[in-house]
């Protein structure tokens, strides 16, 4: 088990005062002299989907509506006509309307599957395309490739950035999470001793949760399905581990709990994590690298297969509560930075948009 490290391990050896820190706000937003129209293609979308790609994907088009611009989605798994406003259609590239709007959009932002005919119509463009890249699974053939269309790509962190390196233009943008709305949390998270799992697929940690709740009997654990991949849930849990289904609103799971395990074995960011560091709740996560950069020090990390590591941080946050408040400003700071960054990152691709 590794202690948190957020800006100098040896912080942790004395008290520290509890400091009021300024508040940071995203400067209004102000509307673009030049919008465009732009087109959004994902595979899914809300409100089906509330995964983190498709959550990021909209805190997206909706921080460049406000700026002016006008902005339609194609989806190929299409369900509903319309969501918050946001026109929504069938991806079809056999559909004239479909065809025309692609390819005469001043700008396309890409975050289908890396499948060569999802590229089918971007292709025929002369005007960018800006390609969203939130897994490392994906687009290794096409970043390293010289394409006929303007492509830039968005990376949401410094792991798929490194991972995943471009001949072509790129930035990095982090998802954002607006964390204002999860500040009032904190006077519940302060006491509360359950430890709570989000999306019990295998990568996300659904084996480690159960072994968990059946080796610490004393604790009570949550766990919450996710929206995709193969749920691993006990049909007979004991009597201290809970299952509830997939919720679209978290924040009413952050105020009943204390802890968020996040054993992971990749992950490229940590949307969640930033959630739970907002709250006030305490962060334990793998050595996932993008988990890793996420919370930056200011949680827990252990080795997803240490099973003892993670007993151990669990039982030392519920019986030391100096321990867990300093944890708590350490992720309270952390987050401070994330908001600096999510500012700076939005800025930056309204500016390559909006040239």
């Known amino acids: 088990m590794v202690s948190p490290f957020y800006r100098e391990t040896r912080e942790l050896e004395k008290p520290k005062a509890q400091k009021k820190l300024p508040e940071i706000k995203e400067p209004d937003t102000i509307q673009c002299d030049n919008p465009k129209n732009i087109v959004f293609l994902s595979d899914s979308f809300l409100p089906k989907t509330f995964t983190g790609t498709e959550l990021s994907g909209y805190e997206t088009i909706k921080y460049l509506r406000n700026r002016g611009h ?15 406003k946001f026109p929504i259609y069938k991806y079809d590239p056999s559909d004239r ?9 001043d700008i396309v932002l890409f975050q289908m599957e890396d499948e060569p005919i999802n590229f089918e119509l971007v292709q025929t463009r002369n005007k960018p395309v800006f390609l969203f890249v939130h897994l ?9 490739q010289r394409i006929n269309f303007p492509m830039r790509v968005v990376y949401n962190s410094h792991m798929t950035q490194d991972t995943l390196p471009t001949l072509h233009d790129n930035m990095r943008m982090i998802p954002y999470v607006d964390i204002e709305k999860f500040k009032s949390l904190r006077n519940y998270t302060v006491q509360n001793d359950v430890v709570c799992l989000i999306n019990c697929n295998y990568n996300k ?4 949760l159960k072994n968990l709740a059946n080796h610490m009997s004393n604790v009570q654990f949550l766990g919450v399905k996710g929206g995709y991949a193969n749920q ?30 996040m054993p992971s074995i990749n992950e490229t960011w940590g949307r969640t994590a930033v959630e739970a560091m907002a709250s006030g709740v305490v962060v334990i996560h793998s050595e996932a690298a993008g988990l890793v950069e996420c919370v930056g020090g200011a949680g827990i990390m252990c080795t997803r297969n240490d099973e003892d590591a993670w007993v151990e941080a669990i039982r030392r946050i519920i019986g030391d509560r100096a321990y867990r408040e300093r944890l708590r400003q350490y992720g309270f700071e952390r987050v401070r930075d994330i908001q600096i960054e999510q500012i700076r990152g939005r800025q930056e691709l309204a500016m390559k948009i909006e040239v």
């Open 70 to 84: 006008a902005i339609k989605i194609f989806l190929k798994e299409h369900v509903v006509k319309e969501f918050d």
């Open 97 to 105: 309307f479909c065809v025309t709007q692609i390819k005469e959009a």
């Open 136 to 144: 490392v699974d994906r687009y290794h053939w096409i970043l390293q």
């Open 205 to 208: 940690g659904g084996p480690l």
């Open 232 to 261: 691993i849930v006990e049909s007979n849990p004991p009597p201290n581990l809970t299952y509830i289904e997939m919720q679209n609103d978290i924040r009413p799971i952050f105020k009943k709990i204390g802890i968020l395990i």
